[in-house]
């Protein structure tokens, strides 16, 4: 009889049932996904990218990282450190990072070569009408072209949201821990 306790006993151990991982590489997958729709829609339908519209994307991060974080406590008997929020929410930004950031490349490469066109002159006027000389135009436009054209979009992308991705997950992981007690 005591052997059976002492089994129990093993086999009742902090070990989360899943990793942080499995968890931000899932809730990556559909927040990637359902970016890179909200990209297509706004760079087919709108003219000016820096509309409201973008922000939208952000909020479906915000709350993916939360659903992600409320799925990982769900199987861990409802706990989960700081740590393992802010690594799910990193985990989560990357994955869904690569995905909008390549389907972006895809899209302005292949499927509307003319957009980064139409972006550059709406950007162009935006300028002139700041009352900009044409040096500074013209540089600032030279500067956006770098950033804008081959791969190095994808780079970019994926760096600016992992940046956001991981502030985020800072902010929403203080709100959504729920740290096991140390002698349970």
Same mark, same amino acid.
Request: proline content about 4%.
């Given at each position: 009889?005591?052997?059976?306790?002492?089994l129990f006993?093993?086999?009742?151990?902090?070990?989360?049932?899943?990793? /942080?991982?499995?968890?931000g590489?899932?809730?990556?997958? +559909?927040v990637?996904? &359902?970016?890179? %729709?909200?990209?297509?829609?706004?760079?087919?339908?709108i003219q @000016?990218?820096?509309?409201p519209?973008?922000?939208?994307s952000?909020v479906v991060?915000?709350?993916?990282?939360?659903?992600?974080?409320?799925?990982?406590?769900?199987?861990?008997?409802?706990f989960?450190?700081?740590g393992?929020?802010l690594? %799910?929410?990193?985990?989560?930004?990357?994955?869904?990072?690569?995905?909008?950031?390549?389907?972006?490349?895809?899209?302005? !490469?292949? =499927? @509307? /070569?003319?957009?980064?066109?139409?972006v550059?002159?709406?950007?162009?006027a935006?300028?002139?009408?700041?009352?900009m000389? @044409?040096?500074? &135009?013209?540089q600032g436009?030279a500067?956006?072209?770098?950033?804008?054209?081959? /791969? %190095?979009? =994808?780079?970019?992308?994926? =760096?600016l949201?992992?940046? =956001?991705?991981?502030v %985020?997950?800072?902010?929403? !992981?203080?709100?959504?821990?729920?740290t096991? /007690?140390? +002698?349970?």
């Amino acid at each position: 009889m005591r052997s059976s306790n002492f089994l129990f006993a093993v086999e009742h151990t902090s070990t989360p049932a899943v990793s /942080p991982a499995s968890v931000g590489i899932r809730y990556g997958l +559909f927040v990637g996904i &359902i970016a890179s %729709i909200l990209s297509f829609l706004q760079m087919s339908f709108i003219q @000016d990218p820096e509309t409201p519209f973008r922000w939208l994307s952000t909020v479906v991060s915000i709350v993916g990282i939360w659903l992600a974080h409320k799925q990982f406590k769900q199987v861990n008997a409802g706990f989960m450190s700081y740590g393992q929020g802010l690594g %799910i929410g990193t985990i989560l930004s990357v994955v869904a990072g690569l995905i909008s950031s390549v389907f972006g490349y895809l899209y302005v !490469s292949f =499927i @509307d /070569p003319a957009y980064m066109n139409r972006v550059m002159e709406l950007q162009r006027a935006k300028m002139e009408a700041r009352g900009m000389d @044409d040096a500074q &135009i013209e540089q600032g436009m030279a500067m956006a072209e770098k950033f804008s054209s081959g /791969p %190095i979009v =994808i780079l970019f992308g994926l =760096i600016l949201v992992v940046i =956001i991705g991981f502030v %985020i997950s800072l902010i929403v !992981s203080a709100f959504t821990k729920h740290t096991r /007690p140390e +002698f349970e």
